[in-house]
């Protein structure tokens, strides 16, 4: 008789008094680093700024009732090959149409907090002026070492290995069919979904196709896509310091960011700003409780040091895996100011692609700041793949 499937626990937790009290304390503890005048955002975050930012954290940020807030998600946790993995699991409600099951998978620096704002406008589209036919059932896992996931004691885990606790996941779930979308490492894990198991994914959307690996000849590229390789390493040298670091030696970093609240906000904080569409603004996008929530989440839980590791684990993907072409249905939504819009000819160089669209608003964090967009974005691309066998 075959081991019997595990079993989802409900999942809520709460801080603790003690907790919250140590944080504040740090924070109004913090030892300040000196800054250039009108040095602004130029050499990394902006010293007035998180000032002001970490003022209201100590004195009045309520992150009971961001806890609250996050407790009205259906929320799990469950045991995967020796990991306990948290998720999000909302279901369409039973009066909707067959509903398309649909696992989201976030990126870095965030969690499943990426997808809060979205998944009642996928699970309930008829609440919100939309086609109760294309109704969702969401699952949004936290990766391995990331959120209320468990942190891997060994190696840290790539994005083939997730996506293979994915599928683990949805079959627990009791869906051997399904959607798979995301963005930043999502992306990947998305990719390696429709990769590796094809039976079982309809179709795949992405927001990106991370950083471009090519083996072959470069003469073989459009001139489009040349461009694109000089703009992205014009970008990785300008900008990819935070890349580097986590690729290389995450664990160094890992004891500041750690220790130091002020630390870890600044570094998560900078990179709300310059991924977002917020012309320069990033409370345009994220309001102080809203960015706050998302680096507490990686306070209270530790876990900044192992989500930066998976990056060391994804470098070490073997060059073969890069260059697999997605057959799958893919779709893609560029948004205006995400980190990396790649042309059309690469698109179809690596993916089966049915869709591509620009959206006019947005940046790396999407389903965040634009989750009316970036709900349409998938009900309109998995609309023809929604009869499943």
Same mark, same amino acid.
């Given at each position: 008789?075959?081991?019997?499937?595990?079993?989802?626990?409900?999942?809520?937790?709460?801080?603790?008094?003690?907790?919250?009290?140590?944080?504040?304390?740090?924070?109004?503890?913090?030892?300040?680093?000196?800054?250039?005048?009108?040095?602004?955002?130029?050499?990394?975050?902006?010293?007035?700024?998180?000032?002001?930012? +970490?003022?209201?954290?100590?004195?009045?940020?309520?992150?009971?009732?961001?806890?609250?807030?996050?407790?009205?998600?259906?929320?799990?946790?469950?045991?995967?090959?020796?990991?306990?993995?948290?998720?999000?699991?909302?279901?369409?409600?039973?009066?909707?149409?067959?509903?398309?099951?649909?696992?989201?998978?976030?990126?870095?620096?965030?969690?499943?907090?990426?997808?809060?704002? +979205?998944?009642?406008?996928?699970?309930?589209?008829?609440?919100?002026?939309?086609?109760?036919?294309?109704?969702?059932?969401?699952?949004?896992?936290?990766?391995?070492?990331?959120?209320?996931?468990?942190?891997?004691?060994?190696?840290?885990?790539?994005?083939?290995? +997730?996506?293979?606790?994915?599928?683990?996941?949805?079959?627990?779930?009791?869906?051997?069919?399904?959607?798979?979308?995301?963005?930043?490492?999502?992306?990947?894990?998305?990719?390696?979904?429709?990769?590796?198991?094809?039976?079982?994914?309809?179709?795949?959307?992405?927001?990106?196709?991370?950083?471009?690996?090519?083996?072959?000849?470069?003469?073989?590229?459009?001139?489009?896509?040349?461009?694109?390789?000089?703009?992205?390493?014009?970008?990785?040298?300008?900008?990819?310091?935070?890349?580097?670091?986590?690729?290389?030696?995450?664990?160094?970093?890992?004891?500041?960011?750690?220790?130091?609240?002020?630390?870890?906000?600044?570094?998560?904080?900078?990179?709300?700003?310059?991924?977002?569409?917020?012309?320069?603004?990033?409370?345009?996008?994220?309001?102080?409780?809203?960015?706050?929530?998302?680096?507490?989440?990686?306070?209270?839980?530790?876990?900044?040091?192992?989500?930066? *590791?998976?990056?060391?684990?994804?470098?070490?993907?073997? &060059?073969?895996?890069?260059?697999?072409? +997605?057959?799958?249905?893919?779709?893609?939504?560029?948004?205006?100011?995400?980190?990396?819009?790649?042309?059309?000819?690469?698109?179809? *160089?690596?993916?089966?692609?049915?869709?591509?669209?620009?959206?006019?608003?947005?940046?790396?964090?999407?389903?965040?700041?634009? &989750?009316?967009?970036?709900?349409?974005?998938?009900?309109?691309?998995?609309?023809?793949?929604?009869?499943?066998?």
């Amino acid at each position: 008789m075959p081991d019997a499937l595990p079993h989802p626990e409900r999942f809520s937790p709460k801080a603790g008094r003690a907790a919250l009290e140590d944080l504040r304390a740090r924070l109004r503890g913090t030892r300040w680093p000196d800054a250039p005048q009108e040095a602004g955002w130029s050499l990394g975050t902006d010293l007035g700024y998180l000032r002001e930012l +970490v003022a209201y954290w100590a004195d009045e940020f309520d992150w009971p009732a961001q806890e609250a807030a996050l407790a009205r998600l259906p929320r799990f946790r469950v045991n995967l090959s020796g990991l306990g993995i948290h998720f999000v699991h909302a279901q369409a409600p039973a009066s909707a149409a067959p509903a398309l099951p649909l696992v989201l998978s976030h990126g870095w620096p965030d969690s499943f907090w990426r997808y809060s704002k +979205v998944i009642g406008l996928l699970t309930d589209p008829a609440a919100h002026g939309a086609d109760p036919a294309d109704a969702f059932d969401v699952v949004v896992p936290d990766m391995p070492g990331y959120g209320y996931s468990d942190r891997p004691a060994g190696p840290p885990l790539d994005s083939i290995a +997730v996506a293979g606790l994915w599928a683990e996941l949805m079959s627990v779930l009791g869906y051997p069919r399904f959607g798979a979308a995301g963005g930043d490492i999502g992306s990947g894990v998305s990719r390696y979904l429709a990769l590796d198991y094809q039976d079982r994914v309809v179709a795949v959307h992405r927001m990106d196709t991370g950083a471009p690996v090519f083996a072959g000849d470069r003469a073989e590229l459009t001139p489009e896509e040349r461009a694109w390789f000089r703009a992205m390493a014009a970008w990785g040298a300008a900008e990819g310091a935070y890349g580097a670091m986590h690729r290389t030696k995450p664990q160094t970093a890992a004891f500041g960011l750690t220790d130091s609240p002020v630390g870890l906000a600044a570094w998560i904080v900078e990179k709300l700003r310059a991924w977002s569409d917020c012309d320069g603004d990033v409370e345009r996008r994220f309001s102080k409780d809203e960015i706050l929530t998302n680096v507490t989440l990686y306070w209270l839980t530790g876990t900044i040091g192992s989500s930066m *590791r998976m990056y060391n684990a994804n470098a070490a993907i073997a &060059p073969e895996q890069h260059a697999r072409r +997605v057959e799958a249905p893919s779709g893609f939504a560029l948004f205006p100011a995400d980190i990396t819009r790649p042309p059309r000819a690469w698109l179809e *160089r690596t993916a089966n692609v049915t869709r591509v669209t620009e959206p006019p608003r947005g940046g790396h964090f999407a389903p965040f700041e634009e &989750p009316e967009l970036y709900a349409a974005e998938l009900r309109d691309f998995f609309r023809p793949y929604r009869t499943i066998t």
